[in-house]
């Protein structure tokens, strides 16, 4: 087997990109071969780096062409629990569109948003997830594709996490996915709802009557660590509204049961840069909460909002493009008459266990 993958690298390293857009399904066929194999042999990882070889030196020069082995080579990372191997790859983004030379489809494109979202939830990337999360759902398509309903899922959870609420999806997402995702999504708006409420009871209820959905679906731990960050955002509500508070009263207010455990939260919260402020032992446990300090200078500020106008101003164009050729696409349009959908995306053992890993983060 290592021989085999020593020549698998060997080919990775010196194919011509030029002659692989002449047979970009060969290529595609390739790089699901040497998942397969990788998999079959107990051994995901063994494809990770091969697959990453591939799709850099494929969509070069700037890697803004989403590839046929993006989302192999996403897959493989969450398997082999090495998803920062899928960065080199996934933190560019894709602005370009070339099914002919690419060897893509229009599953490509979701399951590559929708392994990307996985990774970048598993890594607490929240906002990257959710942007690519968002780009599955809202991806134009023939009909509603089971992995942008699986998609709208995790954006829901994802979208706690990042920031305490679910924004709603974009006018310029398709009816249909809209109509799905409130019909088939009922257990994670109502918990979303909960969670937005604040309220510590509501969400555990709502958490109880959507288990077995989370479970079945594989958002149980993502579920979980919701209810555990709504405790810290209603520490972070305090701030807003006090300027000293005891230890005590904090437990009582957030629903901890003890002093002490409330006493480490803040402590987390303080070296994460969550809360600011101070806890004074010799007042019997007093929290002094203090403003953030100010981050960034005028310059710095004007210089980065500049920098991300400017690229999404880029993007924005790209994706006018995309969208107007990807309205005169005939395979689109053949796709629309015919009704063709998209199938749910071959999850089994990507999820809870994916978002449950510290090693991850170190």
Same mark, same amino acid.
């Given at each position: ?6 020549? !698998?690298? /060997? ?10 857009? $002449? ?13 397969? %194999? ?12 091969? %697959? ?20 192999? %080579? ?39 948003? +929708? ?10 990337? +929240? ?22 309903? &699986? ?6 959870? $994802? ?5 305490? !609420? ?5 006018? +310029? ?30 969400? &555990? /209820? ?28 209603? !520490? ?17 207010? !957030? ?6 455990? /409330? ?11 969550? $809360? ?19 981050? +960034? /200078? ?51 053992? %990507?999820?809870? &266990? ?9």
């Amino acid at each position: 087997m290592s021989v085999l993958f020593r020549h !698998v690298m /060997t080919f990775m390293e010196l194919f011509d990109p030029s002659h692989v857009n $002449v047979v970009p399904a060969k290529m595609g066929a390739f790089g699901e071969a040497v998942f397969n %194999l990788a998999r079959k042999a107990g051994s995901p990882n063994l494809a990770v780096r091969p %697959l990453q070889i591939a799709c850099v030196r494929w969509s070069a020069p700037d890697g803004a062409n989403l590839t046929a082995c993006h989302p192999l %080579l996403c897959k493989a990372s969450l398997l082999a629990k090495t998803p920062r191997a899928a960065l080199i790859v996934i933190d560019r983004d894709i602005s370009e569109i070339n099914p002919s030379a690419f060897g893509i489809k229009y599953q490509h494109f979701l399951l590559y948003h +929708y392994y990307g979202g996985m990774i970048y939830t598993g890594l607490r990337l +929240y906002d990257r997830a959710c942007q690519f999360f968002k780009l599955c759902i809202t991806a134009p398509g023939p009909s509603v594709s089971a992995i942008q309903i &699986e998609a709208y899922r995790k954006f829901i959870l $994802v979208s706690l996490l990042a920031h305490g !609420v679910v924004p709603p999806l974009p006018k +310029y997402t398709s009816p249909s996915v809209l109509r799905a995702s409130k019909q088939q999504c009922k257990p994670y708006l109502e918990f979303a709802q909960a969670y937005e409420s604040l309220s510590n009871a509501r969400i &555990e /209820t709502e958490f109880k009557n959507g288990e077995q959905a989370f479970q079945s679906h594989g958002n149980r731990g993502i579920a979980l660590q919701c209810m555990q960050a709504l405790t810290r955002r209603n !520490v972070q509500q305090l701030t807003e509204t006090y300027l000293t508070l005891s230890l005590e009263d904090i437990a009582k207010s !957030v629903g901890l049961v003890e002093v002490a455990e /409330t006493e480490r939260l803040i402590l987390r919260m303080i070296e994460e840069g969550h $809360v600011f402020a101070k806890i004074s032992a010799r007042d019997g446990g007093m929290v002094s909460f203090q403003d953030p300090p100010q981050r +960034y /200078t005028d310059v710095e500020t004007t210089r980065r909002l500049h920098g991300e106008i400017t690229q999404a101003m880029l993007l924005e164009n790209q994706m006018l493009k995309m969208d107007r050729s990807i309205a005169v696409s005939k395979d689109f349009v053949a796709k629309v008459a015919s009704g063709e959908r998209g199938s749910a995306p071959p999850s089994a053992g %990507l999820d809870d &266990e994916m978002f449950d890993t510290a090693a991850w983060r170190e």
